[in-house]
C-alpha cells in the first residue's frame, strides 16, 4: 500500500468515526428532550389513557386449580367465524393444504411437478413419506409442519395427498 494511500485511509477513518460520534451525540440528545416533553403529553392524551385501561380490562389468566370457564372465548355480536372444512379425498387435501407450499415451492417444498426434487423422497419409499407428512420434517431442504399445518386432518387422508403428490411427481 502507498502513502498515499495509508493517509487516505487514516483521514477517511478519522471523518468516519467523527460522523458516527456527531450521529450518536444527536441521538442523546433527542431522546434527552423526548423524555423531558414526550412522555408528559402521552400520558395526558384520553385516547391513549382509554386504549391502556381496554387492554387491561380484556387481560385474563387461566390459574391452575380453579374454575377458569369465564376465560372462554366468545366472539364478539355480528362477528363472522369462518370454520374450515376437512376435504374428502386426497386431491381436496393436496388444492386446500398441500398446494400451498408444493405449488411454488415456499419452505423448500418440493414443486408437484419437479421429479428432480421428488427422485430423492420417492427413493425413501412411501412409509417414510407419509411419515414426514404426518409428523413433520425439518431437513437441509426445508421444513415440512406435521400434516401441513392442518393438524386436524385424519391421518388417512394425509395419506391420500401424498399419494395423489406422487403420482403428479412421478
Not at 376437512?86 to 388444492?95: H, K, S, W
Amino acid at each position: 500500500m502507498s502513502k498515499q494511500d495509508s493517509q487516505f485511509f487514516n483521514i477517511f477513518s478519522l471523518v468516519l468515526g467523527i460522523l458516527i460520534v456527531i450521529a450518536i451525540l444527536l441521538f442523546a440528545l433527542a431522546r434527552a428532550v423526548g423524555r423531558d416533553t414526550q412522555n408528559a403529553h402521552l400520558l395526558l392524551d384520553p385516547k391513549y389513557v382509554a386504549d391502556v385501561e381496554k387492554n387491561l380490562s380484556t387481560g385474563r389468566v387461566a390459574v391452575a386449580g380453579r374454575d377458569n370457564s369465564g376465560l372462554d372465548i366468545v366472539p364478539a355480536a355480528g362477528a363472522i367465524v369462518a370454520e374450515l372444512t376437512i376435504p374428502t379425498d386426497g386431491i381436496g387435501v393436496y388444492e386446500q393444504v398441500c398446494g400451498a407450499c408444493h405449488l411454488n415451492g415456499i419452505g423448500g417444498a418440493p414443486r408437484s411437478d419437479d421429479r428432480a426434487a421428488w427422485a430423492p423422497r420417492l427413493a425413501q419409499g412411501k412409509p417414510t413419506l407419509y411419515k414426514h407428512a404426518i409428523e413433520g420434517y425439518t431437513g437441509k431442504g426445508g421444513v415440512m409442519p406435521a400434516k401441513g399445518g392442518r393438524t386436524d386432518l385424519p391421518d388417512d387422508l394425509v395419506k391420500a395427498a401424498v399419494d395423489y403428490m406422487v403420482t403428479k411427481a412421478q
